[in-house]
């Protein structure tokens, strides 16, 4: 049995009287890339400086390679290298940024030059050895902090939050050069991100952070096709929901009443209780307002009308009004051809298997997890694709949905300019060794 390479055991992180982390257990296996995905003030940041021992936990303990204390942090320190979101980079060069750890290991000039110019090609700095920080953009700035810790040729690798900040096409380049990073090394990840596709496109596994605790953990894959509550639905697009109350259960068959409207899902529950019911905007399929006689009998459709269609490169975002509204993504060929304009009529059809019944309230879930208007688009820049880089499949005139627009809310670090040197014009060295945090 494979034992895991580092293991976060009851981790409490109190900060006054506030409890901001309470994980009962947290594993990372050698090889693997690990995502915690969660909101702003999810606990994310935090979960990951207990785990690369760059803060003590208040309770629990934190082992490497089957060892906690002194000497899992000397091991670590050893082993490892973190990215922080807002990275230190001295008022030098870039080629002195990325081999400032190499030097205070004391390796030969001749190595870390070699060392400096490998990792500096390998993410699009090459051209910029010799360039000042100050002259950096924010994208540039984000690859010389993970050029720098990957100079050290870390085993473990900690990412707080790579991409944000970046405009969208910093952000895609930055996350294809990571994925390539993880693929072609395998260095051991741990990724902290509130980007649901990040997490799925890079991870193999991902941990759902809700108020410290992880309400989920599982593949992509998994999480994609059965979230555990609404809350862990949000990040992998399951986000607009219905209110509804159970009518019928059977065999993990329910009938679910919204509004009048009856539709069949797939799940455990009881008759009584109010329930919301969450969907994917492209899992709705439209067709034309003429059904056939196998149409009239069939579960799960119902007639609605265009409110507003909005599109968007190939795509077409579509509000529906009818005995409950909604929210459908489309193809524009699929949009055209069915001519949805405000006023059309169409039906609208959606799979018992792509519905998921959550309680309607729970004492740990936040009101505030998902919105509760089902008409609502969804964000231009956050299509619920599925994980792993598989787009939805498009079904009749369903949408092909692609998964690589992020949901990324800018994050204003400082300025080169406000990291300067001291006097003396030299760096000050922090305690943990390199801007990168490289061990």
Same mark, same amino acid.
């Given at each position: 049995?494979?034992?895991?390479?580092?293991?976060?055991?009851?981790?409490?992180?109190?900060?006054?009287?506030?409890?901001?982390?309470?994980?009962?257990?947290?594993?990372?296996?050698?090889?693997?890339?690990?995502?915690?995905?969660?909101?702003?003030?999810?606990?994310?940041?935090?979960?990951?400086?207990?785990?690369?021992?760059?803060?003590?936990?208040?309770?629990?303990?934190?082992?490497?390679?089957?060892?906690?204390?002194?000497?899992?942090?000397?091991?670590?320190?050893?082993?490892?290298?973190?990215?922080?979101?807002?990275?230190?980079?001295?008022?030098?060069?870039?080629?002195?940024?990325?081999?400032?750890?190499?030097?205070?290991?004391?390796?030969?000039?001749?190595?870390?030059?070699?060392?400096?110019?490998?990792?500096?090609?390998?993410?699009?700095?090459?051209?910029?050895?010799?360039?000042?920080?100050?002259?950096?953009?924010?994208?540039?700035?984000?690859?010389?902090?993970?050029?720098?810790?990957?100079?050290?040729?870390?085993?473990?690798?900690?990412?707080?939050?790579?991409?944000?900040?970046?405009?969208?096409?910093?952000?895609?380049?930055?996350?294809?050069?990571?994925?390539?990073?993880?693929?072609?090394?395998?260095?051991?990840?741990?990724?902290?991100?509130?980007?649901?596709?990040?997490?799925?496109?890079?991870?193999?596994?991902?941990?759902?952070?809700?108020?410290?605790?992880?309400?989920?953990?599982?593949?992509?894959?998994?999480?994609?096709?059965?979230?555990?509550?609404?809350?862990?639905?949000?990040?992998?697009?399951?986000?607009?929901?219905?209110?509804?109350?159970?009518? %019928?259960?059977?065999? !993990?068959?329910?009938?679910?009443?919204?509004?009048?409207?009856?539709? *069949? @899902?797939?799940? $455990? =529950? &009881?008759?009584?209780?109010?329930?919301?019911?969450?969907?994917?905007?492209?899992?709705?399929?439209?067709?034309?307002?003429?059904?056939?006689?196998?149409?009239?009998?069939?579960?799960?459709?119902?007639?609605?009308?265009?409110?507003?269609?909005?599109?968007?490169?190939?795509?077409?975002?579509?509000?529906?009004?009818?005995?409950?509204?909604?929210?459908?993504?489309?193809?524009?060929?699929?949009?055209?051809?069915?001519?949805?304009?405000?006023?059309?009529?169409?039906?609208?059809?959606?799979?018992?298997?792509?519905?998921?019944?959550?309680?309607?309230?729970?004492?740990?879930?936040?009101?505030?997890?998902?919105?509760?208007?089902?008409?609502?688009?969804?964000?231009?820049?956050?299509?619920?694709?599925?994980?792993?880089?598989?787009? %939805?499949?498009?079904? !009749?005139?369903?949408?092909?949905?692609?998964?690589?627009?992020?949901? *990324? @809310?800018?994050? $204003? =670090? &400082?300025?080169?300019?406000?990291?300067?040197?001291?006097?003396?014009?030299?760096?000050?060295?922090?305690?943990?060794?390199?801007?990168?945090?490289?061990?």
């Amino acid at each position: 049995m494979t034992l895991p390479l580092l293991i976060g055991d009851r981790l409490r992180r109190t900060r006054g009287p506030r409890t901001v982390l309470d994980v009962d257990r947290v594993e990372v296996f050698e090889g693997e890339a690990l995502a915690v995905l969660g909101p702003n003030g999810a606990g994310k940041s935090t979960l990951l400086l207990l785990l690369a021992m760059l803060e003590a936990p208040s309770g629990g303990r934190v082992t490497f390679r089957g060892h906690g204390g002194a000497r899992a942090e000397r091991e670590l320190r050893a082993s490892a290298a973190v990215v922080l979101e807002r990275p230190h980079l001295w008022r030098e060069s870039v080629g002195y940024n990325v081999g400032l750890g190499l030097r205070l290991r004391g390796l030969p000039r001749v190595e870390t030059d070699r060392r400096v110019h490998r990792a500096c090609d390998a993410f699009g700095l090459g051209d910029l050895i010799t360039a000042p920080v100050t002259s950096l953009s924010r994208g540039q700035e984000k690859r010389l902090a993970i050029a720098q810790a990957l100079v050290l040729e870390p085993e473990l690798l900690f990412l707080d939050e790579p991409t944000s900040g970046l405009d969208a096409d910093a952000r895609e380049a930055l996350r294809r050069d990571l994925a390539t990073l993880v693929r072609d090394r395998a260095t051991t990840l741990v990724l902290a991100t509130h980007d649901r596709n990040e997490a799925f496109h890079l991870a193999d596994r991902v941990a759902v952070l809700r108020d410290g605790s992880i309400v989920q953990s599982g593949s992509p894959v998994d999480l994609y096709a059965d979230p555990a509550d609404r809350y862990a639905g949000v990040p992998t697009g399951a986000e607009l929901v219905l209110p509804g109350m159970i009518i %019928a259960a059977e065999r !993990g068959a329910l009938t679910v009443d919204v509004g009048g409207l009856r539709l *069949s @899902a797939v799940g $455990d =529950g &009881a008759v009584g209780p109010a329930v919301r019911i969450g969907y994917r905007p492209e899992d709705l399929v439209l067709g034309r307002a003429v059904p056939t006689a196998g149409d009239l009998s069939a579960r799960n459709l119902f007639y609605a009308t265009v409110a507003e269609r909005r599109d968007e490169a190939g795509l077409a975002r579509v509000r529906l009004r009818g005995p409950v509204d909604v929210a459908a993504l489309v193809t524009r060929a699929a949009a055209d051809q069915l001519e949805l304009a405000p006023g059309s009529r169409v039906t609208v059809r959606i799979k018992a298997t792509a519905l998921r019944v959550y309680a309607a309230a729970s004492r740990t879930e936040p009101a505030s997890v998902a919105p509760e208007t089902s008409a609502e688009l969804p964000d231009a820049d956050a299509p619920a694709g599925a994980p792993g880089g598989r787009d %939805a499949v498009p079904d !009749g005139d369903r949408a092909e949905t692609p998964a690589d627009a992020a949901v *990324s @809310a800018d994050d $204003d =670090g &400082a300025p080169p300019d406000d990291r300067g040197p001291r006097l003396d014009g030299r760096p000050e060295v922090p305690a943990d060794a390199t801007g990168a945090t490289g061990r």
